[in-house]
């Protein structure tokens, strides 16, 4: 049996399965990056809920995985060279799991790095936009008087899902009739956008044509459908 008894977080966190991928996560937008792609490629792991509502990323078990005190955060048991390998950012975790399996990336270099610089895309700028405008439409930046940032990040946002929709023309998916990495990464972000921040009217969601066409061909998928609820929310 695989020992991770190395690692401190699973001290607060006991793998039951230590031969599968451990998942810290939570399912927010990055979050279900994770448990997404896992489902999706069928790969055997066990997930644990860290409550960021209860500061738990930020305990010395879960910083000694992601000293960023993000999740989410992976061990895979059967790293490269069969060692065990602790990765953090959502991003990274989504090229390297599909980089192990061969699976949801192009094979042929080019393709290859035209799917990570989607990745980088989401990762850079719409993570990092939606996520504010998300705090100053929804949360405390809301009672704010000057209303500057609000605008800055709706505009943004704007622009955003406007360069999805145009790499969209003509493509199912991010990288064509290719289901990849890169709709991972942003699937959970969009639905979040106007779902959970209740932006979808400001951005003017509804006057895209292919964003939301893409949104509900990703939600429809099984795996999708699954990653969305894991870990299960206590």
């Known amino acids: 049996m695989t020992d991770l008894s190395a690692f401190p977080i699973t001290k607060r966190w006991p793998a039951k399965h230590p031969d599968r991928i451990q998942l810290y996560s939570l399912p927010t937008p990055n979050g279900v990056k994770a448990s997404i792609v896992l489902e999706e490629l069928g790969l055997p792991y066990e997930p644990h809920l860290v409550d960021i509502t209860k500061n738990e990323s930020w305990t010395s078990e879960f910083l ?25 950012e959502s991003g990274a975790i989504l090229l390297y799991l599909a980089e192990k399996t061969g699976t949801l990336i192009p094979a042929d270099a080019a393709g ?24 100053f439409h929804k949360f405390a930046g809301r009672e704010y008087e000057d209303k500057r940032p609000l605008a800055r990040y709706r505009d943004e946002s704007k622009r955003l899902l406007g360069v999805i929709e145009t790499r969209l023309e003509g493509r199912d998916w991010i990288m064509g009739q290719e289901y990849t990495i890169a709709d991972i990464s942003m699937l959970g972000w969009v639905r979040n956008l106007i779902g959970f921040y209740e932006a979808r009217d400001i951005v003017e969601f509804d006057a895209l044509k292919r964003v939301p066409a893409w949104l509900e061909r990703g939600l429809a998928r099984p795996g999708v459908q699954r990653g969305l609820a894991i870990p299960a929310r206590g």
């Open 64 to 88: 000694s995985l992601n000293p960023n005190g993000k999740i989410p955060a992976i061990i895979d048991p059967d790293g490269p060279g069969g060692k065990p390998l602790a990765l953090f």
């Open 112 to 135: 290859r790095w035209e799917t990570v610089q989607w990745v980088m895309f989401q990762m850079a700028a719409i993570g990092p936009m939606f996520g504010q405008l998300g705090f």
